[in-house]
Nanobody, 124 residues
Framework: QVQLVESGGGLVQAGGSLRLSCAASERTARSYHMGWFRQAPGKEREFVAAIYWSGSNTKYADSVKGRFTISRDNAKNTVYLQMNSLKPEDTAVYYC?????????????????WGRGTQVTVSS
C-alpha cells in the first residue's frame, strides 16, 4: 500500500505562484508514474499533470500548459507541482496520484493510489 501526502496548498493572489509537494511512503522510482489532479466545487476531478517514473516524459492539461511544471525527486520519493501565473479558476483541491501504467495516469477510472488532497485558493 502506497500512502501519499500532499502539502504546500494555501491562499495566493491571481498572478502569484505556489509549489505543491507530494511525499510517498515508499520508493516510487521504477514502480510508479506520478500525477496531479484537481477538483473544484461542483466539478469532477480533472487531470492536471503527470510525470514518467524516470522523469523523462511529462503530460499537461491544456488549461495549465505553460504555467505549471511537474517534477520529481526519486531520492526523496517526492513529486512537485510548480504553479505560476495562477488564476482564480485554478482554485481547487489538488490530489496526488501514483499509478503503474503510463496509459492510465491521466484518468480517474483506473486503479492507482491517491492522496487526501491539499486546498489551493486563488483570489482575484
Amino acid at each position: 500500500q502506497v500512502q501519499l501526502v500532499e502539502s504546500g496548498g494555501g491562499l495566493v493572489q491571481a498572478g502569484g505562484s505556489l509549489r505543491l509537494s507530494c511525499a510517498a511512503s515508499e520508493r516510487t522510482a521504477r514502480s510508479y508514474h506520478m500525477g496531479w489532479f484537481r477538483q473544484a466545487p461542483g466539478k469532477e476531478r480533472e487531470f492536471v499533470a503527470a510525470i514518467y517514473w524516470s522523469g523523462s516524459n511529462t503530460k499537461y492539461a491544456d488549461s495549465v500548459k505553460g504555467r505549471f511544471t511537474i517534477s520529481r525527486d526519486n531520492a526523496k520519493n517526492t513529486v512537485y507541482l510548480q504553479m505560476n501565473s495562477l488564476k482564480p479558476e485554478d482554485t481547487a483541491v489538488y490530489y496526488c496520484k501514483a499509478d503503474t501504467p503510463w496509459s492510465t495516469i491521466t484518468t480517474t477510472n483506473g486503479g492507482g493510489y491517491w492522496g487526501r488532497g491539499t486546498q489551493v485558493t486563488v483570489s482575484s
